[in-house]
C-alpha cells in the first residue's frame, strides 16, 4: 500500500488511460502493418513492435499494480507540526549554509527536480517526526549531513 496525493492519483490515471486509449492502439496498428509485409523471421520492424508493446503493456501493468493498491491523503488532515508524508519542510545544510524546501511524497510522484522528495530517501527517513528547530544527521552516499529543520507547512 502506498498512500498517494489526489494530484498524483489524478496523474497517474490520465497517464493509463493514455497508454490504454493512444499508445496501445497505435502500437498494435504497427504490429499489424509489419506482419502484412510478409516473412515475420526477418522482419525488424515486426520485433521492434512487439518489443514496443512488451515495454508499454509493462509500464501498463505497473501503473495499474500502483494505482490498485494507493490510498489518497487528504492534504486537510495532516498536522504541520511534525515532518510527515505530504508535508513541505524547509531545512539548512548546517556544512555549508544551504538552505532547502521539500515537499516529502510517495515513492510514485517523488521528483527531486520539482522539489519533491521520497518518503523513502535516507534524507526524509531522517527527517520524519521532527519538529521545527531539530538537528538531524544523514548518512548519504556522499558523507554525513548535518540539517536543521526550519520551517514545516
Known sequence: ???????CYDKLMEELRYMESVEL??????????????DLS???????AKREQ????????????????ARVIDKSKIHSDTVGLLCKVTITNIGNGKQMTYTLTST???NLREGKLSIKSPIAQ?????????????RVPAGKLTLRVDNIE
Open 1 to 7: 500500500m502506498e498512500y498517494i496525493s489526489q494530484e
Open 54 to 69: 512488451a515495454r508499454l503493456l509493462g509500464r501498463i501493468r505497473y501503473k495499474q499494480r500502483v494505482l490498485e493498491f
Open 42 to 48: 526477418e522482419n525488424y520492424e515486426y520485433r521492434a
Open 126 to 138: 531522517a527527517l520524519l517526526n521532527k519538529k521545527v528547530g531539530d538537528m538531524v544527521e544523514v
Open 25 to 38: 492502439p497505435r502500437v498494435r496498428d504497427a504490429i499489424a502493418e509489419a506482419r502484412d509485409k510478409g
Open 108 to 110: 510514485s510522484e517523488a
